[in-house]
Nanobody, 127 residues
């Protein structure tokens, strides 16, 4: 069982930056792929970014490409999402997710393929 806890959400002005962290409870996190998803009020949960278990592959939604960067530090059992040039449209609850192994795009962009989820952290971008 993997428990995930997100940190780093908050209120920021448009154009600003935030870094989200997702800390895993197990030392075997290094064999888990990880993804970030978000859900805005009244909308479905959507894919934001993902990183393969080896850390060699990363994937991004078109809406965040060039602005967000996903990375991982296996020594700290933590995955990060650096968010720059934030827009009001980025306002949502951001969720971290993990699954064992996983490196293919089709696997990592699909929320249903993930086994573990964090509780979410609110990101609000004001105009």
């Amino acid at each position: 069982q993997v428990q995930l806890v997100e940190f780093g959400g908050g209120l920021v002005q448009a154009g600003g930056s935030l870094r989200l962290s997702c800390a895993a409870s197990v030392g075997t996190f290094s064999i888990h792929a990880a993804g970030w998803f978000r859900q805005a009020p009244g909308k479905e949960r959507e894919f934001v970014a993902a990183i393969s278990w080896r850390g060699t592959s990363t994937y991004y939604a078109d809406s965040v490409k060039g602005r967000f960067t996903i990375s991982r530090d296996n020594a700290k059992n933590t995955v990060y999402l650096q968010m720059n040039s934030l827009k009001p449209a980025d306002t949502a609850v951001y969720y971290c997710a993990a699954k064992q192994f996983g490196s293919n795009y089709e696997d990592l962009v699909n929320a249903r393929r993930y086994d573990y989820w964090g509780q979410g952290t609110q990101v609000t971008v004001s105009s």
